[in-house]
């Protein structure tokens, strides 16, 4: 809905609302009330719209209209779902599920198996979650409900996404498309289109991500969804800056910060903010880099937004060891928290930063060499290739730096070889940086 309509609509929902309360009837006011609250969700009002779902519940069940009441019961778990309560909203899903089940209400028992699979999946309970989003695929399947089957193809790609299985996620995210595609569904095509953009921007085909992103920006501008362009800011500026177009990277992030301020988006003010802090550390603004992704840790932290708290701890952490200073207690905050959310991406990440402070920090050649040695160490746990790459560029760097040429031009050429692989699959500036830097120390590529 386009987001003047959306304010129109509060605006009648509000005065429906107060000509119930005049009329007396309970079936018009609980309509009002239930109405109503979709839109304070929408806005954002989520402690009014809890208690005007409550109430619309509770006359819905004194009128006998259990159906009615169900729905409301789902929404509310929604938007305990939103603030974190988990289980409490749960044990909302569980209630209507156990109705909608009973008495054959398939799209909805769909859609809200779906949203009780969204919670195992916020708690990494992927098996669970996994189990509960085929289920949901299965009955939208069965009964034709394509909004519900499109919903659940999108969540359960998601998961994936999340899993790093990220061809699995493709699929289903193209899947999803193709529905809201069918159906028309403006908004939840965006979604998608967005959504197949992260897989390619995740795999490094920055050029193909590019399209997608700028295809969903022209959706929401049609629809005015400022909600989504705010969206749309942060990953064609996080695109950008995989490109290495570092200036236009920087002009789109202060839009997506101003943009999420303005909508009241703390969560994609914040997540803005941090990208902002590492576009601006990418090009060599430090003090800038430092202090907005100081902000971004301190308004993930509030939110709650463990995923990004990481991301920024482990890029102020690059920051502070790029200015000379000690980045260790924010790289053991990145990885203390990637540990728990199983991100193993992240954890190896900070791993390579920890060695790259021991190193830093070491007095004498023996600290140095035992740095190097962690870096080597990794090299047999089964890493992936860009990892390896990753691994013997910063030993060749260390070894280098000690003046041990012979076992650096070992580790360069190494080094070398991956990255070229590299640079043939994705089309990142990374690799062709980090080649750059091995052509100049003399390696033939």
Do not use: P
Not at 88 to 108: C, D, P, T, V
Not at 147 to 162: D, H, I, M
Not at 312 to 326: F, I, M, S
Not at 346 to 359: K, N, T, Y
């Amino acid at each position: 809905m386009h987001m003047g309509r959306w304010e129109a609509g509060r605006v009648v929902s509000e005065a429906n609302l107060k000509a119930a309360e005049s009329s007396g009837s309970k079936s018009d006011l609980a309509n009002c009330r239930y109405n109503l609250a979709a839109f304070l969700t929408r806005f954002g009002e989520k402690e009014k719209a809890l208690e005007n779902y409550h109430q619309a519940k509770t006359t819905f069940l004194s009128m006998g209209d259990e159906f009615k009441a169900a729905l409301a019961e789902r929404n509310i778990g929604n938007i305990l779902k939103m603030e974190g309560r988990a289980e409490e909203a749960l044990r909302s899903y569980q209630k209507s599920i156990s109705y909608f089940r009973n008495h054959g209400r398939h799209l909805e028992l769909s859609e809200t198996l779906s949203n009780l699979a969204n919670i195992h999946a916020d708690r990494r309970e992927y098996q669970q979650a996994w189990a509960l989003y085929q289920e949901a695929i299965a009955l939208a399947r069965e009964h034709g409900h394509m909004r519900g089957l499109g919903n659940a193809l999108y969540n359960a790609a998601s998961v994936k996404l999340e899993q790093h299985h990220l061809m699995t996620a493709l699929s289903l995210y193209q899947q999803s498309l193709q529905i809201h595609q069918r159906i028309g569904d403006k908004s939840r095509i965006a979604y998608d289109i967005g959504s197949v953009g992260e897989v390619y921007l995740q795999v490094g085909r920055h050029r193909e991500a590019m399209e997608h992103f700028e295809e969903v920006e022209r959706i929401c501008r049609e629809i005015g969804d400022r909600y989504s362009i705010a969206y749309c800011h942060e990953y064609i500026g996080r695109t950008l800056l995989g490109l290495g177009r570092l200036e236009e990277a920087l002009a789109r992030l202060r839009q997506g910060c101003e943009l999420g301020s303005a909508i009241a988006d703390g969560e994609r003010e914040a997540r803005a903010r941090g990208w902002l802090g590492v576009a601006c550390f990418e090009m060599g603004l430090i003090d800038e880099a430092e202090k907005n992704l100081g902000t971004a840790i301190v308004r993930s932290e509030k939110l709650g937004l463990e995923n990004q708290l990481c991301d920024w701890h482990y890029h102020l952490a690059g920051v502070l060891l790029a200015a000379g200073r000690d980045g260790s207690e924010n790289n053991r905050k990145a990885e203390d928290i990637a540990v728990r959310l199983s991100r193993d991406d992240m954890v190896f990440l900070c791993r390579v930063q920890r060695a790259e402070i021991d190193f830093d920090n070491a007095s004498d050649d023996l600290g140095k060499a035992r740095a190097v040695e962690t870096l080597r160490s990794m090299m047999e746990e089964g890493v992936n290739k860009g990892q390896k790459a990753r691994l013997y560029f910063e030993c060749w760097r260390m070894l280098d730096s000690m003046g041990k040429k012979e076992e650096a031009g070992v580790m360069a050429r190494k080094a070398a070889i991956l990255y070229r692989e590299l640079a043939e699959e994705t089309d990142g500036v990374e690799c062709s940086k980090r080649l750059a830097s091995l052509v100049k120390y003399g390696i033939e590529i």
